[in-house]
T-cell receptor, first 116, second 111 residues
Framework: AQSVTQPDIHITVSEGASLELRCNYS??????LFWYVQSPGQGLQLLLK??????LVQGIKGFEAEFKRSQSSFNLRKPSVHWSDAAEYFC??????????????FGTGTQLKVEL | KAGVTQTPRYLIKTRGQQVTLSCSPI?????VSWYQQTPGQGLQFLFE???????NKGNFPGRFSGRQFSNSRSEMNVSTLELGDSALYLC??????????FGPGTRLTVT
């Protein structure tokens, strides 16, 4: 069964500083990997995804993530954080299951606080 | 395109009652998945429906059930509510690709 680990529960960065959120996954085959962001009281917004090909993927809001198979990681990065980036970030792995379809397994999330 | 919509947004129920939540997927999407989000357990997969058939199921008791209609709209039902069912219930729709798009959720409070 697949699993996702986000080792950092809380991260605080200053506005304008760079950001890296860590994500490690466990899955036997090549996974589908996602990063979502959730603002308080809201649903999840898809930031970016990795299915195959180029291991550096670009997403919305200036975010990018790099897939490293050797480290089973899919870390999210942003070169300069804005105060509006404060939210909770979830890494997820999707796996094709028998009979078709897929389900997402989420990490526990990283709460990002941005200091002005 | 309009996004995923969920109704109602907020709901308060009493233990032992049942509840039905509704989800309308993005136009053209045939897959609808449901997730439960709680502070203690995080985001957990409930089930997925595709073309009116349940395609995948998570590890939840039989009190949790769902269905999908021919227009891809989906409903989720929870019977005999327990306090622990208080959660944010999220619906996600997917097209041909594996990326899932989430609705705003329904906040269920069981008292």
């Amino acid at each position: 069964a697949q699993s996702v680990t986000q080792p950092d529960i809380h991260i605080t960065v200053s506005e304008g500083a760079s950001l890296e959120l860590r994500c490690n996954y466990s899955y036997g085959a090549t996974p589908y990997l996602f990063w979502y962001v959730q603002s308080p009281g809201q649903g999840l917004q898809l930031l970016l995804k990795y299915f195959s090909g180029d291991t550096l993927v670009q997403g919305i809001k200036g975010f990018e993530a790099e897939f490293k198979r050797s480290q089973s990681s899919f870390n999210l990065r942003k070169p300069s954080v804005h105060w509006s980036d404060a939210a909770e970030y979830f890494c997820a792995v999707g796996a094709s299951v028998t009979g078709g379809g897929n389900k997402l397994t989420f990490g526990t999330g990283t709460q990002l606080k941005v200091e002005l | 395109k309009a996004g995923v919509t969920q109704t109602p947004r907020y709901l308060i129920k009493t233990r032992g009652q049942q509840v039905t939540l509704s989800c309308s997927p993005i136009s053209g999407h045939r897959s609808v998945s449901w997730y439960q989000q709680t502070p203690g357990q995080g985001l957990q997969f409930l089930f997925e429906y595709f073309s009116e058939t349940q395609r995948n199921k998570g590890n939840f008791p039989g009190r949790f059930s769902g269905r999908q209609f021919s227009n891809s709209r989906s409903e989720m039902n929870v019977s005999t509510l327990e306090l622990g069912d208080s959660a944010l219930y999220l619906c996600a729709s997917a097209g041909e690709a594996y990326e899932q798009y989430f609705g705003p959720g329904t906040r269920l409070t069981v008292t």
